[in-house]
């Protein structure tokens, strides 16, 4: 059902509160791509986008699914937009996202980026709440 599944991430511990809910899904439904996706504002110095590949580039190279391959994407511009666009031209069949987290260089309210995404695009959208005790 879920072949191709696009994973936002800010960075942060807590966006990644979705890591076993990406590997459950992608497993069970024997997904062919994953893709890790940050989106970094265009106006950001450019050693930020290196802070930002080298963090995405790490997760992929943790994960480890039965079938899937596992990619990342730097997008640059507006995240809500960004995400959605990519998942609309690649084809995505799921978007698994947090509901919020914290970049590293202030606050990203991801549950207002989710609804975002949710309400603009036309791809499934599974979002995982933080756990309390991780706030």
């Known amino acids: 059902m879920y072949q191709k599944i696009l ?4 960075g942060s511990k807590l966006a990644e509160c979705v890591l076993p809910h990406v590997e459950a899904i992608a497993n069970g439904c024997k ?5 890790f996706a940050r989106v970094i504002e265009p106006y950001l110095p450019a050693d930020f986008r290196l802070e930002a590949e080298d963090y995405v580039e790490a997760l992929v190279n943790r994960t480890n699914y039965e079938v899937a391959s596992v990619r990342s994407e730097i997008l640059v511009g507006n995240t809500a937009e960004k995400l959605v666009d990519y998942a ?3 084809g995505m069949d799921l978007i698994i996202i947090a509901t919020h987290g914290r970049s590293g260089i202030g606050r990203w309210v991801w549950g207002g980026i989710a609804d975002r995404i949710l309400r603009w695009g036309t791809v499934p959208v599974f979002m995982v709440r933080v756990p309390e005790e991780e706030k």
């Open 31 to 35: 997904a062919q791509e994953v893709v």
């Open 88 to 90: 609309q031209a690649k």
């Open 7 to 10: 994973v936002p991430v800010d």
